[in-house]
T-cell receptor, first 114, second 112 residues
Framework: DAGVIQSPRHEVTEMGQEVTLRCKPISGHDYLFWYRQTMMRGLELLIYFNNNVPIDDSGMPEDRFSAKMPNASFSTLKIQPSEPRDSAVYFC????????????FGSGTRLTVV | QQQVKQSPQSLIVQKGGISIINCAYE??????FPWYQQFPGKGPALLIAIRPDVSEKKEGRFTISFNKSAKQFSLHIMDSQPGDSATYFCAAGLGATNKLIFGTGTLLAVQP
């Protein structure tokens, strides 16, 4: 099992540009979570999906952020337009419905907006 | 009420010593308390977890102590090793929402 795969590992973009982060969850996992990690705020839950359906997006900071899960093996987190304060490490995690809270995290995408 | 407060922010321990990290919560509805370990450049990985009906859980050198009445739980790392140097996050889970709320993390450095 390759684990949760995120791409790209690093992204540097200019303010105002659109950024798309990608995630492939572990096969068979029916929950997918997007987290953001910063020094100031730690790990924040942005949104999570169950069976490809967004369940709770209350952590999405602004309308500039959007997330989709078109199928069970792929999800995207998009920021448009990006701002310097969006600079952070973005993690995707997945788990099965029967595994309680046994999340498996990807290695993250380090986003820098200049 | 959804917060999980973690301390200390950073910790330096000598090899062979005991590392202790503490967390506190307010919401009594939390029903799962995991600890995650994160190495630089990696995502957090589940280390050990406990449910509120148990006061202690031990896995190798790692022990969670849970005090339900005080709404506190802690991670003890016995015989700390340089390889344990990482950032540790406590978290609290809310079954009805499927969410994990994370503490702010503790950067542990174990000196040889």
């Amino acid at each position: 099992d390759a684990g949760v795969i995120q791409s790209p590992r690093h992204e540097v973009t200019e303010m105002g540009q659109e950024v798309t982060l990608r995630c492939k969850p572990i096969s068979g996992h029916d929950y997918l979570f997007w987290y953001r990690q910063t020094m100031m705020r730690g790990l924040e839950l942005l949104i999570y999906f169950n069976n490809n359906v967004p369940i709770d997006d209350s952590g999405m900071p602004e309308d500039r952020f959007s997330a989709k899960m078109p199928n069970a093996s792929f999800s995207t987190l998009k920021i448009q337009p990006s701002e310097p304060r969006d600079s952070a490490v973005y993690f995707c995690a997945s788990r099965t419905g029967t595994a309680a809270y046994g999340y498996t995290f990807g290695s993250g995408t380090r986003l820098t907006v200049v | 009420q959804q917060q999980v407060k973690q301390s200390p922010q950073s910790l330096i321990v000598q090899k062979g010593g005991i590392s202790i990290i503490n967390c506190a919560y307010e919401n009594t509805a939390f029903d799962y308390f995991p600890w995650y370990q994160q190495f630089p450049g990696k995502g957090p990985a589940l280390l050990i977890a406990i449910r509120p009906d148990v006061s202690e859980k031990k896995e190798g050198r790692f022990t969670i102590s849970f005090n339900k009445s005080a709404k506190q739980f802690s991670l003890h790392i016995m015989d700390s090793q340089p390889g344990d140097s990482a950032t540790y996050f406590c978290a609290a889970g809310l079954g009805a929402t499927n969410k994990l709320i994370f503490g702010t993390g503790t950067l542990l450095a174990v000196q040889p």
